[in-house]
């Protein structure tokens, strides 16, 4: 059964940093696309990064230069680290691996 969960989340004061994970389980074939959105209360949900082959990030304006994408070792896992956070970074996270259906997401709290 394919898995997807993601992890990280939590509270943090403004300035702070947090490392989101991303893993999928059960899936035998390595996936190399994937992206992280977050939803914040009252709006639509965003695009914020996005992996491609060969490793190549790209980011959303308001995260550039403060979130960085990389490949876990293990197969098909991912992380999103997230520095100088702000307020407006609050939301929910989550990853989306091509061909996976979305996950429950993570929690991201930015307390100023």
């Known amino acids: 059964q394919v898995r997807l969960v993601e992890s990280g989340g939590g509270l943090v004061q403004a300035g702070g940093s947090l490392r989101l994970s991303c893993a999928v389980s059960?899936?035998?074939?390595?996936?190399?696309?994937m992206d992280w959105y977050r939803q914040a209360p009252g709006k639509e949900r965003e695009w914020v990064a996005g992996?491609?082959?060969?490793?190549?990030?790209t980011y959303t304006d308001s995260v550039k230069g403060r979130f960085a994408i990389s490949t876990g070792s293990a197969k098909n896992t991912w992380y999103l680290q997230m520095n100088t956070l702000k307020p407006e970074d609050t939301a929910v996270y989550y990853c989306k691996p091509t061909r996976m259906k979305w996950g429950q997401g993570t929690q991201v709290t930015v307390s100023s």
């Open positions: 992996l491609s082959s060969g490793d190549s990030t």
């Open positions: 059960g899936y035998d074939s390595r996936i190399y696309y």
